[in-house]
């Protein structure tokens, strides 16, 4: 039976290219392409794909949110992140949202074959400059890690609309995302530095009271 692989790509040019790559492995079938996380959102539950590719960066919610949103509701699903960022934050939240496999872009057509027999058969493909990071990473704990290190760069920009004193739904309109979006950035921020407000958060990523 092949492998069902759905593939989450915003450019619209390797979405279509990914796709093109995966009919040529009898192995392998695309059973969806997406360009963001919304409409691959709506199909997810009664898709179950074997496989995801998911890109990081897709407008609105991003990859990693997505991973976040749908892994623990159905865990047999493998999601291999694709994303041309060789950011080692981004590879943890990925790793810790629920992701199985990272791969930089744009990968070989082997490449991503290999990724999706590998994370199929039980292990975790990563590009070797992502598998680095990872093990250099394991010398620091992330209690080590500034307070504001521990944020990726989106969340790191709602904290300082927070800072600012706008409310959820100006920081909303501000970021062109709806007030859920806003209030799953924070709910993460408060996680990562381990507070309970507004102020607490302000304070310990900035070190000073808020004013």
Same mark, same amino acid.
């Given at each position: 039976?092949?492998?069902?692989?759905?593939?989450?790509?915003?450019?619209?040019?390797?979405?279509?290219?990914?796709?093109?790559?995966?009919?040529?492995?009898?192995?392998?079938?695309?059973?969806?392409?997406?360009?963001?996380?919304?409409?691959?959102?709506?199909?997810?539950?009664?898709?179950?794909?074997?496989?995801?590719?998911?890109?990081?960066?897709?407008?609105?919610?991003?990859?990693?949110?997505?991973?976040?949103?749908?892994?623990?509701?159905?865990?047999?699903?493998?999601?291999?992140?694709?994303?041309?960022?060789?950011?080692?934050?981004?590879?943890?939240?990925?790793?810790?949202?629920?992701?199985?496999?990272?791969?930089?872009?744009?990968?070989?057509?082997?490449?991503?074959?290999?990724?999706?027999? &590998?994370?199929? @058969? #039980?292990? %975790?493909?990563?590009?070797?400059?992502?598998? /680095? =990071? !990872?093990?250099?990473?394991?010398?620091?704990?992330?209690?080590?890690?500034?307070?504001?290190?521990?944020?990726?760069?989106?969340?790191?920009?709602?904290?300082? &609309?927070?800072? @600012? #004193?706008? %409310?959820?739904?100006?920081?909303?309109?501000? /970021? =062109? !995302?709806?007030?859920?979006?806003?209030?799953?950035?924070?709910?993460?921020?408060?996680?990562?530095?381990?507070?309970?407000?507004?102020?607490?958060?302000?304070?310990?990523?900035?070190?000073?009271?808020?004013?």
């Amino acid at each position: 039976m092949a492998i069902r692989v759905a593939v989450v790509e915003d450019d619209v040019k390797l979405l279509e290219l990914t796709v093109s790559i995966l009919q040529f492995y009898p192995d392998i079938e695309c059973v969806g392409a997406y360009e963001s996380a919304e409409a691959f959102s709506e199909t997810f539950l009664s898709l179950r794909p074997d496989v995801v590719l998911m890109d990081i960066g897709l407008p609105q919610e991003d990859g990693i949110e997505c991973v976040r949103k749908w892994k623990p509701k159905l865990r047999e699903t493998h999601f291999v992140m694709l994303t041309s960022l060789s950011d080692p934050q981004k590879t943890f939240d990925a790793l810790q949202a629920g992701a199985t496999g990272y791969v930089l872009k744009p990968p070989m057509p082997e490449q991503i074959a290999a990724a999706i027999r &590998d994370v199929w @058969a #039980g292990g %975790s493909p990563m590009s070797a400059s992502i598998a /680095r =990071f !990872v093990v250099e990473s394991f010398q620091h704990t992330e209690t080590e890690l500034p307070a504001l290190e521990r944020l990726t760069k989106t969340e790191r920009e709602v904290l300082h &609309d927070l800072e @600012a #004193g706008f %409310s959820y739904k100006e920081i909303a309109a501000r /970021r =062109f !995302v709806d007030i859920t979006t806003v209030q799953s950035h924070i709910r993460h921020i408060y996680e990562k530095l381990e507070v309970h407000s507004r102020t607490e958060a302000v304070n310990k990523a900035f070190g000073r009271k808020k004013s």
